[in-house]
């Protein structure tokens, strides 16, 4: 079987995959609620799986593998930040559903709008996030250009394989909705955990006799990629440990993840989520194995997101590489539906009808949908001018969309103090001091992460300016929280809360 032989049926079968999820979420996508968050009826089933394939992506699939292959035992971070995040999930997300629900929030900005009174603060952190989230579909994107690259070998070029990837992606996203997309991700992580089981047993029989033999290998000639900081040289216990905060905090910073909370059917199933979840990191260890099993079969020589897909170009049949390569390109196409439509409602519903509300919610449905190809492009664009390992680009990106956790968490649950001028002020500081140590290469900074460190600068503003500023009248946040926290006095007035005009 050639080459574009097994491109060509993956692609089909992935093409198969994206109309089933079309026709099944259709039905369901006729306004904006139904499209992106499904009315909340999403049962706890299908938001396993939407959590899964949000969070279990192509950078699971090929960029950690990568990132070990490169760094070592540093991969080991994203393991840890996901267990982590799921001990915060587990106590806020429930709050937000109930939050969500009772005012009818679709998107994140909608929470900050309605926790500070404030329209040009909703109006700025969704075009913050939506440029941010940029970096996410970017991820996605050149994921699925390395898997044509190795298994297409030369036939089909870079630009062609993200061309192809921005199509399949947006037409999915466009008619689908987010229950179309949750149907696709139930077939993409059966298909990717099936193949990394494949990979992670195959691979350590073929090459190395037994599991024990293997992880014998690994001691003897690759001893600096099982410590820290060790071959990586500078990534560290310390930049491990603010790594797994910073980006466990910035998890649920994510529009598209925080939008899930929303899409739940109960506070209940977001709970059984983060009880569960964690199962999924069996993967990550599976992965990281795989790429430290690819040094020592492929030598240290070869492209970081490169490396799984050309195991499995080495290991397996022609004909056994189809499963493979339609797991890997909905590992990409997949994840990045959410990312899409959060991006395109956020620009849409916060920005545009923000700015003009008079414009009805059936036209800011129809832009919503409509700005799924643009924003999908301008993400297309950025991947075959600026390519990048996969990893390095969500650390990067995990650093901004991090700093959103005062705002959301802090002062969005927990300090009513919190003001609208401390959540601004906090933000900028924390993306100057962000982009100030990356673009400068001093991540880490003395072993931290630039990001944790930015961050720390951004909760010191914060609370300095929130106790400087007014902050919005106890009677408003008594009626906000009225469902998310019962055991405050209830509020006569109507069960909505009246948007402050800045």
Known sequence: MSDDLILGTSFIIVFAVTLFGAGVGKKKSTDMEGWLVNNRKMGTFLVWFLLGSEIYTIFT????????????????????????????????????????????YVTQSDFIEGRYQSKNLGIFVALASALIMIAYIDLNITGLSAVIQVIGQGSISPTWADTIGFLVLAGAVFFGGIRGNAWQAVI?????????????????????????YMYGSFVRKIPSHL??????????????????????????????????????????TLKLQAVFMPFYQLVKVAVITIGFAAVLILGTSKPGNNVIMM???KTFPQWFLILFTVAAILAAIVPAGPIVMTSSSLMAKNVVQGLNPRISDTTVYKMTKALVFPITIIALFLTIVVPSLIVSILLVAYDFISQLFPAIVLGGLFWRRATKEGVLAGMLSGWAVAAYLVLTKHDPIGGWNAGMV?????????WLVSLATKPVPKEILTN???DAFPQTPADPSPNTVEVIVD
């Open 61 to 104: 699939f090929e960029g950690l593998a990568g990132y070990a292959y490169i760094n070592g035992a540093a991969a080991f971070y994203n393991v840890a930040l996901n267990d982590v995040a799921y001990a915060i999930g587990f106590m806020v997300l429930p709050t937000i559903w109930l939050i969500g629900k009772r005012f009818r």
């Open 454 to 462: 930015a961050l720390l600068v951004n909760i010191v503003v914060f």
């Open 311 to 313: 195991l499995a170009l």
């Open 188 to 212: 993409k992580d059966v298909l990717m955990l099936v193949a990394v089981v494949i990979l992670f047993v195959v691979i350590p029989i073929r090459y190395f006799g037994s599991f024990g």
């Open 227 to 268: 410590v820290l900081p060790g071959v990586s040289k500078k990534l560290g216990p310390v930049w491990l440990i603010t790594t797994v905060i910073l980006n466990a905090v910035g998890q649920w910073m994510w529009p598209q993840w925080f939008g899930v909370a929303y899409t739940a059917k109960s506070p209940r």
């Open 480 to 482: 906000f929280y009225q």
